[in-house]
């Protein structure tokens, strides 16, 4: 038995999973429209609300990028201190331990969350984001003149 890749494309406007055979690159089949699979993907994707719960869902993502882009700013302790900055120092008082536990979780964390992040406005918003991408990405091959 050979394995069977899971791939989502576009057919226009509809959104469509296809299971596909690896060495071949055949199509061997679509998921159905109503499967467990497919509520599950219509969960994560679109929060069980169409084309609005797509737009919260990006929303909710690009929010979450704007807080791995700023907390890193309010984070950072300093120059002296910015190894004491990933660790919790667990004979402090209480509230302090929660405060630097959420500090260093958070910048512990900040490349997976950031990955979520991107990863979720590049699925609802795929055209914006490539324009986006394409905007700050250079432009020039390497070695031309500026």
């Known amino acids: 038995m050979r394995p069977t890749h899971l791939a989502y494309v576009t057919d226009g406007d ?24 497919r509520t599950l993907q219509d969960l994560h994707f679109d929060l069980l609300a ?33 190894r004491r900055g990933f660790t919790v120092d667990w004979r402090r008082p209480w509230r302090r331990v929660t ?23 590049w699925f609802v918003f795929p055209g914006e984001f490539r324009a986006a991408v394409n905007r700050i990405s250079a432009r020039r091959s390497i070695g031309s003149p500026r």
């Open 14 to 37: 509809r959104f469509r999973t296809v299971l596909i055979d690896p060495v071949a690159a055949a199509v061997l089949g679509e998921l159905p429209d109503h499967s467990a699979v």
């Open 50 to 82: 169409g084309r609005t719960g797509r737009a919260v869902n990006g929303s909710g993502a690009l929010c979450l990028l704007l807080l791995c882009l700023t907390g890193p700013f309010i984070w950072w302790p300093g120059r002296a201190g910015w």
């Open 99 to 121: 405060w630097e536990l959420h500090g260093a979780v958070g910048i512990w964390t900040l490349v997976l969350t950031a990955g979520w992040a991107v990863t979720g406005a």
